[in-house]
């Protein structure tokens, strides 16, 4: 079956950055976008961006540009997020979500991994 | 951005009852209206996707309704496991955005 397992929790200092990993197994890895959803403590859901495994292009939010990076690993069939310049309001839980249509960007999350809480703090 | 918002904020029911959750937006989104399911501790789940398809594996007693700015998840003769909280979620308008949550806790 489709799995998507992310890495575990993290603490960072404000300034710092983090990498979040989310391997994929059970289906054709370059078939399905791959997209990150951050939520924070109590909080709504937040889309941050995708990227396509296939050609390594990427489309992010405007709230996040210059401070995300999305990148994959086709040979490991893994998919990486790194946010930079932490801050305090980052804390939140960080989801990988796959694109639920096959070759298709479109923001339909289907599944999600189970999550990457990173907590920000001095 | 295309805000969705949710009411209410909390629907306290009993198993077997009928629950009726709203979502409106603030611009047209046409159908492409989701909703998610998130139990504690879990990542979302997606229930209903374009308004009022089921995804695979959803229970029937999940259904959607709505186009255009009003949107209307329901869930027939609630079971406990249906106790979570419910997202709606757009993406029409780029960038996509989720509605705030309606928590639906046990009577």
């Known amino acids: 079956q489709v799995q998507l397992v992310q890495s575990g929790a993290e603490v960072k200092k404000p300034g710092a950055s983090v990498k979040v990993s989310c391997k994929t197994s059970?289906?054709?890895?370059?078939?399905?976008?791959m997209h990150w959803v951050r939520q924070a403590p109590g909080q709504g859901l937040e889309w941050m961006g995708v990227i396509n495994p296939s050609d390594g292009t990427t489309s992010y939010a405007h709230k996040f540009q210059g401070r995300v990076t999305m990148t994959r690993d086709t040979s490991t069939s893994t998919v990486y997020m790194e946010l930079r310049s932490l801050r305090v309001e980052d804390t939140a839980v960080y989801y990988c979500?796959?694109?639920?249509?096959?070759?298709?960007?479109?923001?339909?999350?289907?599944?999600w991994g189970q999550g990457t809480l990173v907590t920000v703090s001095s | 951005e295309t805000v969705l918002t949710q009411s209410p904020a909390t629907l306290s029911l009993s198993p077997g009852e009928r629950a009726t959750l709203s979502c409106r937006a603030s611009q047209s989104v046409s159908s492409y209206l989701a909703w998610y399911q998130q139990k504690p501790g879990q990542a979302p789940r997606l229930l209903i996707y374009d308004a009022s398809n089921r995804a695979t594996g959803i229970p029937a007693r999940f259904s959607g309704s709505g186009s255009g700015t009003d949107f209307t998840l329901t869930i027939n003769s609630l079971e406990p496991e249906d106790f979570a909280v419910y997202f709606c979620q757009q993406r029409s308008n780029w960038p996509c955005s989720f509605g705030q949550g309606t928590k639906l806790e046990i009577k």
């Open positions: 979500a796959r694109g639920w249509e096959s070759s298709s960007p479109t923001p339909l999350f289907d599944p």
């Open positions: 059970g289906y054709t890895f370059t078939n399905y976008y």
